[in-house]
């Protein structure tokens, strides 16, 4: 059983709060918009990063963090890039990836919205968990939590985090 946590689109901005959500993650899962390497750093910290690279970060963090990451997780194929869109509409850059191979789970950011949608088609789960960072037109900045537990992602959980 693994804990992860996952972010997206943080754009440099770093937030305390997210190694009090994190603790306890056996993993951290960043798709894309980092900002920069103090980011990644951070969040080694507190957990094993798996990250890929978005639009807006430099050539440094894409030497470092591929466009797209496919791995497995206990019996859970992930696939995780930054632009990616949902079911219906897939990114360009991924749509024949995603239906030549689907995986059990595809994690992807950019679109600043949090999203969480079953493609039946496809049987995956989708996921974007929205904007971390203070950069953009999102009003409120979200981190997501769940468990995979050999074949099972449960325990979803959205985290809103509130300005002071």
Request: with cysteine; aromatic share 10%.
């Amino acid at each position: 059983m693994k804990k992860i946590g996952l972010l997206s689109d943080t754009h440099a901005y770093w937030d305390e709060k997210f190694r009090q959500y994190f603790a306890g993650c056996d993993e951290i899962w960043h798709a894309g918009d980092i900002g920069n390497m103090t980011i990644l750093n951070q969040l080694e910290t507190i957990a094993p990063v798996r990250a890929v690279y978005g639009n807006v970060d430099d050539h440094h963090l894409r030497t470092i963090c591929p466009k797209i990451l496919r791995f497995r997780i206990e019996e859970i194929e992930v696939l995780l890039t930054h632009i990616g869109g949902y079911p219906g509409r897939y990114a360009p850059e991924i749509r024949q990836e995603i239906y030549a191979n689907p995986p059990k789970l595809f994690v992807c950011g950019h679109s600043h919205i949090l999203k969480v949608m079953y493609d039946k088609s496809l049987q995956m789960l989708c996921v974007n968990p929205g904007a971390a960072g203070k950069y953009g037109f999102h009003q409120v900045r979200t981190l997501m939590r769940f468990v995979i537990d050999g074949n099972d992602i449960k325990n979803l959980e959205v985290i809103e985090l509130a300005e002071e």
